[in-house]
T-cell receptor, first 109, second 114 residues
Framework: KQEVTQIPAALSVPEGENLVLNCSFT??????LQWFRQDPGKGLTSLLLIQSSQREQTSGRLNASLDKSSGRSTLYIAASQPGDSATYLCAVTGNQFYFGTGTSLTVIP | KAGVTQTPRYLIKTRGQQVTLSCSPISGHRSVSWYQQTPGQGLQFLFEYFSETQRNKGNFPGRFSGRQFSNSRSEMNVSTLELGDSALYLCASSSNSGAAYEQYFGPGTRLTVT
């Protein structure tokens, strides 16, 4: 069974700092990997989708990379802002979605 | 284009009752998946429906069931509610069946069982 781990579980950084969130998975046979953002008590907002044949995707201040062979993905957030504070979840897709446990990010003004 | 909508947004039920949650996918999307999110277990896949047929099922007891209508709207039913069923229930829609397609999530239904 696919296991998805996210480290760290929580992260607190000052505004303006660049940061990296990590996601690792045990089975490299995936279709794609998706990063989501979840605000407290709310649903999930899709940030980036990386197909299994791709190495990275970029959207604004966000850049996600995928290394299938090592079972790892990173989400890079440049010049963090207080509005980036949320829980970030990665999900890998095989026969179904498998979610990580998330990283709770706090950006301090 | 309107996003995924879920009703109701909040629900309080008593142990032993049953509950039905509703999800309307993005227009044109034919796949709807359901997830349960709890602090202890995180996000767990319940099932996926496509063209009114259940295509995939997670590891949940038979008390959890669902269906999909011809307009792609989906309902999820939980019978004989237990305290542990308290959770945020999320649905997601995608254009086609299978986890390879990007999923778009609704705001969720917060179920509290007392």
């Amino acid at each position: 069974k696919q296991e998805v781990t996210q480290i760290p579980a929580a992260l607190s950084v000052p505004e303006g700092e660049n940061l990296v969130l990590n996601c690792s998975f045990t089975d490299s046979a995936i279709y794609n990997l998706q990063w989501f953002r979840q605000d407290p008590g709310k649903g999930l907002t899709s940030l980036l989708l990386i197909q299994s044949s791709q190495r990275e995707q970029t959207s604004g201040r966000l850049n996600a990379s995928l290394d299938k062979s090592s079972g790892r993905s990173t989400l890079y957030i440049a010049a963090s802002q207080p509005g980036d504070s949320a829980t970030y979840l990665c999900a890998v897709t095989g026969n179904q979605f498998y979610f990580g446990t998330g990283t709770s990010l706090t950006v301090i003004p | 284009k309107a996003g995924v909508t879920q009703t109701p947004r909040y629900l309080i039920k008593t142990r032993g009752q049953q509950v039905t949650l509703s999800c309307s996918p993005i227009s044109g999307h034919r796949s709807v998946s359901w997830y349960q999110q709890t602090p202890g277990q995180g996000l767990q896949f319940l099932f996926e429906y496509f063209s009114e047929t259940q295509r995939n099922k997670g590891n949940f007891p038979g008390r959890f069931s669902g269906r999909q209508f011809s307009n792609s709207r989906s309902e999820m039913n939980v019978s004989t509610l237990e305290l542990g069923d308290s959770a945020l229930y999320l649905c997601a829609s995608s254009s086609n069946s299978g986890a390879a397609y990007e999923q778009y999530f609704g705001p969720g239904t917060r179920l509290t069982v007392t």
